[in-house]
Every structure is written in structure tokens, then in C-alpha cells.
């Protein structure tokens, strides 16, 4: 089975940046579609973020839309999610994600096939 095995989560301030990397053991990673979702406390999983294969098409939710950037690193094996001026909304478990291909709308969280194990944001006031 594909694992996956996000890093990079923390306390920050509100403003600051933060960077999660995740890591897929898989050859065949530049076939799947990456994608970042969050769940806050009381709240359902959220999508955040996807890239598709190479060439890089992104999207984004309208909550993190020009502060967060997901890219990723076929050679390596690795997506990130490059989180610029943190909200105090933002604070959540964040989830990397992976799914073959196109098959399904890219924002719902049962599309994706493999799942890290989360990791946590803080951002504080």
C-alpha cells in the first residue's frame, strides 16, 4: 500500500509562514493527483489544495487562495504546502492526499485513495 507521511506542522504566529512536506513511497507518484485537506475542531475535513500531474495545474479553496501555494517534487517524491500569512482560522490537522488521476471532483476527500496520518497547525494570535 502507498504510504504517505506528512512533516513540518507547528506553533506559529498569526502572519508567519509555515511549510508541510509530504512524502509518498511510490514510483509511479507523478500519476497521482496531490491534495492537502484540513479539519478543525468541531468541523468536518476540509478540501485546501491539489495539484494534478506534471505541469503543475493547481487549485485552491477561497479560504487559502493566495496565501497558500501546493507544489510538488516528482524526482523526490514529495508534495508541500508552502502556508504564508497564517490566521488563527487556519489552525487545524492538516492531511496529504493522494488519488489516481482525474476520476472524481478534486475537492472531495472520498476520492482520494491514500491518506497521511495528519499533522498539526497551531497558529496563534
Known amino acids: 500500500q502507498v504510504q504517505l507521511a506528512e512533516s513540518g506542522g507547528g506553533l506559529v504566529q498569526a502572519g508567519g509562514p509555515l511549510r508541510l512536506s509530504c512524502a509518498v513511497s511510490?514510483?509511479?507518484?507523478?500519476?497521482?493527483?496531490m491534495g492537502w485537506f484540513r479539519q478543525a475542531p468541531g468541523k468536518e475535513r476540509d478540501f485546501v489544495a491539489v495539484i494534478k500531474w506534471s505541469g503543475g495545474t493547481t487549485y485552491y479553496s477561497d479560504s487559502v487562495k493566495g496565501r497558500f501555494t501546493i507544489s510538488r517534487d516528482d524526482a523526490k517524491g514529495t508534495v508541500y504546502l508552502q502556508m504564508n500569512s497564517l490566521k488563527p482560522e487556519d489552525t487545524a490537522v492538516y492531511y496529504c492526499a493522494a488519488r489516481l488521476g482525474s476520476l472524481g471532483i478534486y475537492s472531495a476527500s472520498n476520492t482520494y485513495s491514500y491518506w497521511g496520518q495528519g499533522t498539526q497547525v497551531t497558529v496563534s494570535s
Open positions: 511510490d514510483r509511479a507518484f507523478s500519476y497521482y493527483f
